[in-house]
């Protein structure tokens, strides 16, 4: 079992940068993927940006180039850094940890990017 606490969204305006942060409660050493879900109004969840345990990432086409994500395995936590925000961008934000077939998801956090 393991809970993940969002942080880091907000409002901002488009061209601007925001930094999520999704904090584990336990290690996420062992847990091989990792990742950014986003759910806008009226649309289905859809994934944004995920992570291994080893480094490698997969991103959505509609934030490559803009989005980084990144895992800090020693502070339990998992970064997605969002640059160039554009106002489709605006959606909950979710995080999420798989492993051995177990999913957890975090409350979710609001971005919000103005025109």
């Known amino acids: 079992q393991v809970q993940l606490v969002e942080s880091g969204g907000g409002l901002v305006q488009a061209g601007g940068s925001l930094r999520l942060s999704c904090a584990a409660s336990r290690s996420i050493f062992s847990i091989n993927a990792m990742g950014w879900y986003r759910q806008a109004p009226g649309k289905q969840r859809e994934l944004v940006a995920a992570?291994?345990?080893?480094?490698?990432?997969n991103y959505a086409d509609s934030v490559k180039g803009r989005f980084t994500i990144s895992r800090d395995n020693a502070e339990n936590t998992l970064y997605l850094q969002m640059n160039s925000l554009k106002p489709e961008d605006t959606a909950v934000y979710y995080c999420?940890?798989?492993?051995?077939?177990?999913?957890?998801w975090g409350q979710g956090t609001q971005v919000t990017v103005s025109s």
């Open positions: 992570i291994t345990s080893g480094g490698s990432t």
């Open positions: 999420y940890s798989k492993r051995v077939g177990i999913v957890h």
